[in-house]
C-alpha cells in the first residue's frame, strides 16, 4: 500500500461513527463503534473498534473462539473472566484467551473501552452467551 491508501484507512473521529448494538438483550446494554472491519473498511486479520456502556450498562457473560483484547478509555467498571474480577479504567489493558468466560459491568459513570480480535470481519465471531 502506498501513503495515500493508507490515509483513506484513518478514523478522523470516532465519535462521527454510528453507534451499533444495544437491541439485542442477549448481549445486554453495550454499544459499540466499528473501527476497522473487512465489511466496512479495506482491512483484514483485525477487527477493532470501541465499547461504549451507559452507567451500570453491562455486556453479559459469553464465550467466543478468538481471543480478545480490551483497553480501557474512559470510566470504570469491572470486567469479569473465567469469574475472576478485574478493574478497567483508561490505561488498563486486558487480554482474553480464546473460549474464557467474560463480562462487563460499568461503573455509575460508564465505561468506554477498545477491543480489538484477530479476524476478518465482527461477524465471523460466534458469542455463546453463558446459561442465566
Known sequence: MDATQLMSLMVPDINQL???GGE????????WRTLFCADKTATSGMVMGI?????QGTLLPHRHGPAEIYFGLEGDGVITIEGVPH????????FI?????????????????LYAFPKDRFSEIEYRFSAA
Do not use: C, I, W
Open 24 to 31: 439485542d438483550p442477549a448481549y445486554g446494554t453495550v454499544q
Open 18 to 20: 454510528p453507534l451499533e
Open 51 to 55: 465499547a461504549e456502556f451507559g452507567p
Open 87 to 94: 478493574e478497567m479504567k483508561p490505561g488498563v489493558a486486558l
Open 97 to 113: 484467551a480464546e473460549n474464557a468466560e467474560h463480562g462487563v459491568v460499568a461503573g455509575s459513570e460508564g465505561l468506554r473501552f
